[in-house]
C-alpha cells in the first residue's frame, strides 16, 4: 500500500476519482475522429496565429530593448526599458486568454507589481525589478522562431494531407483547365509522370488519409510546446504559487483554530458550566435546609453529588476533544484504540510505526481519524470497519475503510470537505473511494515529521 510522495492518490483526487466513474464513450476510435474535432482545428487556428503574434512580440520587444540600451548613457533608458517590459507583460496578457481560449489552457496571471509608492519612479523600479516582466520579454524573442517552425509543419501537413484526401474529387480540373492528366509528379525534357489513371489517384487518396489523421497528433505536439512555453514563462512563478498557498493555508488554519475556540467555549458554557451553576444553587439551597430539614437536604447533597460526576464527565470528554491525554502519553496506537473502542461499530486498529511522528502531525492524525470514525458511526450503516496506519517514504498514510452504503462525496460539501482543508494546510491529502452500495474508503496522507 505503500506510495511514492502519495502521487497516486493525488493524481486521483486531482481527476476526481470516486470509483466506478465511467468516462463518454465514442463510436469511433480517437485516432479517427481526431481530424473533425474541435480540438484540432483550434489548435491548427491556435499555430497560424502564432506567426503574426510572434513576429509583432519579437520586434517589439527587440525594437524597445535595443533603444532602452542604446539610451542608457542618459536617463530616458530606464523608462524606455521599462515600457519594454510592460509592453511584453501586455503581449502576455493576450497569450494566456489565446490560450485558454484555443488550448483550453488555464494560466494564472503572474503576481502582480508591488511598488513602495504610487510614484512613477517607484512603477518603473518594480517593473524593471520584476522576474515576471523578464521572463515575459523571453516569452517574446522566443515565439517567433517556434511560430515559424510551428507555422510551417502544420500549413504543410495539414493542407497536403487534405489536398490529397480530397484529390478524386477535384482532380478533373487538371484536364479541363490545365492541360495536363493531373498533378505531376516528375518531368523533364523526355517524359512525365501524373498521377491521371485511378490506382494512383486511389493511392493519393490514401496517402492523404494517413496524413490527416497523422496532422492532429502532430498539432498536439507542437502545441505541447506552446503549452510549456505559456506555462513556464507567462504564469506566476513556483515561489509566488508557493507563497499564495501558505497564505491560503494559513487562512484556512486560523479559521479552523477559531471554528475550534467557539465550539469549546459554546461546550462550556452550554455544558459544564451550566450544570456547575445549577450544582451551586442546589448545595445552597441544601445549606440552608440542612438545620430545618437535614433528610430533604442530604437528598439534594446527593443529587449534587450526581451532577458533579455528569460535570466531571462533560469535562473529561470536552478535553478529550482538545487533545486526549491518552495520544500524549501512550501514542498513536493506544490513542486510535481508543476510539474505535468508542464507535458503534467493530473496528480493526493496525498501527505500523517504528518510531512516533511530531506532536502536531500525531494530532492532526488523531482527529482525522476520529472524523471519519464518527461519519461510520452516524451515516454509513456499517457492521465493521478498520483503521489502518503506516509510513510510506516521508508520508504517514491514513486508511479507514467501512463496509457502509457508500455514496460519500468530498465534493457534495461536508464534513469530508472541511477535513480535506485542514489536511491541505499541512500538505496533506484526502481521497475518497465510495461507490453507491459501498464499500467506502478513505485515505489520508500527511507528511512525516518525526517526534
Not at 132 to 145: E, K, N, T
Request: net charge neutral; with cysteine.
Amino acid at each position: 500500500m505503500a506510495m511514492d510522495q502519495g502521487q497516486g492518490y493525488a493524481y486521483m483526487e486531482r481527476s476526481g476519482f470516486h470509483g466506478g466513474g465511467v468516462g463518454r464513450r465514442h463510436r469511433l476510435p480517437a485516432g479517427l475522429r481526431a481530424p473533425v474535432e474541435a480540438r484540432a482545428w483550434k489548435e491548427f487556428g491556435y499555430t497560424l496565429l502564432s506567426l503574426p503574434i510572434g513576429i509583432t512580440a519579437f520586434a517589439f520587444a527587440v525594437t524597445m530593448l535595443s533603444l532602452g540600451a542604446g539610451l542608457l548613457i542618459t536617463f530616458v533608458g530606464i523608462p524606455v526599458l521599462a515600457a519594454a517590459l510592460a509592453g511584453c507583460r501586455g503581449f502576455g496578457v493576450l497569450e494566456r486568454t489565446r490560450a485558454r481560449t484555443l488550448l483550453d489552457l488555464d494560466i494564472a496571471s503572474p503576481e502582480p507589481l508591488r511598488p513602495r509608492t504610487r510614484g512613477a519612479f517607484s512603477v518603473v523600479g518594480a517593473v524593471l525589478k520584476s522576474g515576471a516582466s523578464w521572463r515575459h520579454v523571453l516569452y517574446s524573442l522566443l515565439l517567433m522562431p517556434w511560430s515559424i517552425f510551428s507555422f510551417a509543419v502544420a500549413v504543410v501537413f495539414w493542407s497536403y494531407g487534405w489536398m490529397m484526401l480530397t484529390y478524386p474529387l477535384w482532380f478533373w480540373l487538371f484536364p479541363l483547365y490545365g492541360g495536363q492528366g493531373g498533378i505531376q509528379l516528375y518531368g523533364d525534357t523526355h517524359h512525365s509522370v501524373y498521377l491521371d489513371n485511378p490506382f494512383e489517384i486511389g493511392v493519393t487518396a490514401a496517402t492523404g488519409l494517413l496524413v490527416t489523421l497523422a496532422t492532429p497528433w502532430i498539432l498536439r505536439a507542437l502545441t505541447t510546446v506552446d503549452r510549456v512555453l505559456v506555462a513556464g514563462l507567462l504564469g506566476p512563478s513556483r515561489l509566488a504559487s508557493r507563497v499564495v498557498e501558505l497564505e491560503s493555508d494559513r487562512g484556512v488554519v486560523v479559521d479552523t483554530a477559531a471554528a475550534d475556540l467557539r465550539r469549546i467555549e459554546r461546550d462550556l458554557h452550554d455544558g459544564a458550566q451550566a450544570r456547575l451553576v445549577a450544582l451551586a444553587m442546589d448545595l445552597g439551597l441544601a445549606k440552608e435546609k440542612l438545620a430545618e430539614d437535614p433528610e430533604a437536604a442530604a437528598r439534594m447533597v446527593d443529587e449534587a453529588h450526581g451532577e458533579v460526576k455528569v460535570a466531571l464527565q462533560e469535562l473529561r470528554d470536552l478535553a478529550r476533544g482538545i487533545h486526549p491525554a491518552v495520544l500524549t502519553d501512550r501514542g498513536l496506537s493506544a490513542a486510535l484504540s481508543s476510539l474505535a473502542a468508542r464507535c458503534t461499530v467493530p473496528v480493526q486498529v493496525e498501527v505500523d510505526l517504528a518510531a512516533r511522528p511530531a506532536a502536531a502531525i500525531e494530532g492532526i492524525a488523531y482527529f482525522t481519524v476520529s472524523e471519519l470514525l464518527q461519519n461510520i458511526s452516524k451515516h454509513s450503516r456499517a457492521t465493521r470497519g478498520s483503521v489502518d496506519v503506516w509510513r510510506s517514504d516521508d508520508r504517514l498514510m491514513l486508511q479507514v475503510v467501512d463496509n457502509g452504503t457508500g455514496g460519500a462525496d468530498i465534493s457534495a460539501g461536508s464534513g469530508l470537505a472541511g477535513l480535506a482543508e485542514r489536511l491541505d494546510a499541512v500538505d496533506g491529502i484526502l481521497v475518497v473511494d465510495s461507490p453507491q452500495g459501498g464499500p467506502t474508503s478513505v485515505t489520508a496522507e500527511l507528511p512525516w515529521r518525526q517526534g
